[in-house]
């Protein structure tokens, strides 16, 4: 195994990381970012509105997203199974 092939599977394990979790940190962070502006504008400091409004917007996007997310792991996976008999000789 080279150092090239060994460098192109840690750089594609990290596109595939951060393919699938930017959607849901994304959601995340916009939901944080309403519930904190509204929390500011109300006064209502309550700590359980902001987790159980991230938790409701992250599996949102997990039902709208997931499948998507899912075909991409299996593919990833998928081409690495298929490509262990070239980084293993």
Known sequence: ?????ALS????LVTASLHMA???????LVAGLAVGIAQTATQLNESSVSFVVK?????ATLVVVGPALVTYAVQYTRTCLTSIEHVVH
């Open 1 to 5: 195994m080279s150092t090239e092939s």
């Open 55 to 59: 938790v409701s917007a992250i599996l």
């Open 9 to 12: 599977l840690l750089l594609g």
């Open 22 to 28: 930017a959607p849901l940190l994304i959601v995340s």
